[in-house]
């Protein structure tokens, strides 16, 4: 009885565990829009490399908060850069 507990056990926390890096790994194929959409899609239903494209051209060029556009959908709505409150200055 003992180890059939620990197997279910251990399945859940391997599912646990391994379930934020199964939707890394899928979200990484998908655009903006299928990662926001609910529900979420798990698998892809139009997978893109346009995400690894994007890394690989931003290599080139350093990517900060100023250099961004204004109209670019992470920034949509964000007034000012994050400041943390323990950075002094």
Same mark, same amino acid.
């Given at each position: 009885m003992r180890?059939?507990?620990?197997?279910f056990a251990?399945?859940i926390f391997?599912?646990?565990?391994?379930?934020?890096?199964?939707?890394?790994?899928?979200?990484?194929?998908q655009g *903006?829009?299928e990662i926001t959409?609910r $529900?979420?899609?798990w698998?892809p239903?139009? %997978?893109?490399?346009?995400? +690894?494209?994007?890394i690989?051209?931003?290599r080139?060029k350093?990517?900060t908060? *100023?250099?961004r556009?204004?109209g670019d $959908?992470v920034?949509?709505?964000?007034?000012r %850069?994050?400041?943390?409150? +323990?950075?002094?200055g």
């Amino acid at each position: 009885m003992r180890r059939i507990f620990l197997f279910f056990a251990s399945v859940i926390f391997l599912v646990y565990v391994l379930a934020p890096v199964a939707w890394l790994l899928s979200s990484s194929f998908q655009g *903006e829009a299928e990662i926001t959409s609910r $529900p979420p899609h798990w698998i892809p239903q139009q %997978p893109t490399l346009e995400n +690894f494209e994007a890394i690989f051209q931003a290599r080139e060029k350093k990517v900060t908060y *100023e250099t961004r556009r204004a109209g670019d $959908p992470v920034l949509r709505g964000c007034r000012r %850069p994050f400041r943390s409150p +323990f950075r002094k200055g």
